[in-house]
Every structure is written in structure tokens, then in C-alpha cells.
Nanobody, 115 residues
Framework: QVQLRESGGGLVQAGGSLRLSCAASGSMFSINTMGWYRQAPGKQRELVATITSGGSTNYADSVKGRFTISRDNAKNTVYLQMNSLKPEDTAVYYC?????????WGQGTQVTVSS
């Protein structure tokens, strides 16, 4: 059974940095596409960044140049380095893993950016 566990969220001032981690278990991690999504209060969940098994990345326009997604296949972990954080980045951040045609989600980690 695929399980994803996010960590690294918290409260940070605007302009600060955080690094989120997502540890996967029970999956074929190294061949799966991984992603980070976020959901702010009253808004729909939105894509933040994805990374394929080959390391190709894709970012939402709102985070380009500030966020970096990476993966460590030896640790079955995907990361999201978030720099120059803004109050509008405040949301619950979710990790996603695509295995075959199914998407799996973690429970989410709260990121709050104060102005």
C-alpha cells in the first residue's frame, strides 16, 4: 500500500525559506512521477511542482524561480525547497505520487507565511 508522509511545514516570515519533505513507502518510487500541490482556505487545490522519474520538472508560474522540487530515489523522498516566501504561499501542501494510473496523496503539511 502506497503511503506518503509530508513534513517540514511551519510558520515563517515573508522572505524566509522552508524545505518540505515527502517520504514514500510501499510504492515503485523511483519510476513514479511525484508532485507537490497546495490548497489555501476557500480555494481549490493547485499544482505547485512536479518531477518525473527522469528528473524533468514543471512549476506553477507563481512559484517559478522561488521553489525547487527534487528527489532522492535512494531515500524514496521528494523535496520542495521554498525560498522568498510570500503570504500568498500560505496553504496546506500535499505530496502526490502517480503510480500506474492512480494518484496517491499524503495528509498535507501546513505552511503559513506572515507578512
Amino acid at each position: 500500500q502506497v503511503q506518503l508522509r509530508e513534513s517540514g511545514g511551519g510558520l515563517v516570515q515573508a522572505g524566509g525559506s522552508l524545505r518540505l519533505s515527502c517520504a514514500a513507502s510501499g510504492s515503485m518510487f523511483s519510476i513514479n512521477t511525484m508532485g507537490w500541490y497546495r490548497q489555501a482556505p476557500g480555494k481549490q487545490r493547485e499544482l505547485v511542482a512536479t518531477i518525473t522519474s527522469g528528473g524533468s520538472t514543471n512549476y506553477a508560474d507563481s512559484v517559478k524561480g522561488r521553489f525547487t522540487i527534487s528527489r532522492d530515489n535512494a531515500k524514496n523522498t521528494v523535496y520542495l525547497q521554498m525560498n522568498s516566501l510570500k503570504p500568498e504561499d500560505t496553504a496546506v501542501y500535499y505530496c502526490q505520487e502517480i503510480q500506474l494510473v492512480r494518484a496517491y496523496w499524503g495528509q498535507g503539511t501546513q505552511v503559513t507565511v506572515s507578512s
